[in-house]
């Protein structure tokens, strides 16, 4: 009598690592964002060499989250106007991150650059 093959065992099913997706992001803003009494009152300490910047977090890639704003998808003004190119070299050490990591580092990389003499919008 054949005995019968014992079929493989199912794989025990393990709960999927969530994937960290988030980014923060720094765009390089032109100077003539300045203009702007806002702008430039949210800044008074600004050394006059260093360029102005917007610090965003995202859960798409920056670059994706950049051509967003550029074309008004859910943007920011300045952003939209002004925004000239991403600058990884001052966030992509951080990313991705989990959702509330990401949101509480876009507010820590907004004062620490606003403490370097950048001129930053964060919003």
């Avoid at 800044?43 to 704003?69: M, Q, W």
């Avoid at 939209?80 to 820590?108: C, F, H, S, T």
Wanted: proline share 7%; net charge positive.
């Amino acid at each position: 009598m054949k005995r019968k093959a014992k079929a493989p065992a199912a794989k025990a099913k393990l709960p999927r690592r969530k994937r960290h997706h988030h980014n923060v992001y720094v765009i390089e803003l032109d100077g003539a964002v300045l203009n702007h009494t806002r702008f430039r009152n949210a800044n008074p300490n600004r050394d006059i060499l260093k360029p102005c910047l917007y610090v965003g977090c995202t859960g798409l890639s920056p670059e994706r989250r950049f051509a967003k704003h550029k074309a008004g998808i859910q943007a920011n003004t300045y952003v939209q106007r002004y925004g000239i190119r991403l600058l990884p070299k001052l966030y992509a050490y951080a990313n991705p991150m989990p959702y509330d990591a990401a949101r509480d580092m876009e507010v820590e990389l907004a004062i620490a650059l606003q403490a370097e003499g950048y001129a930053v919008w964060q919003a």
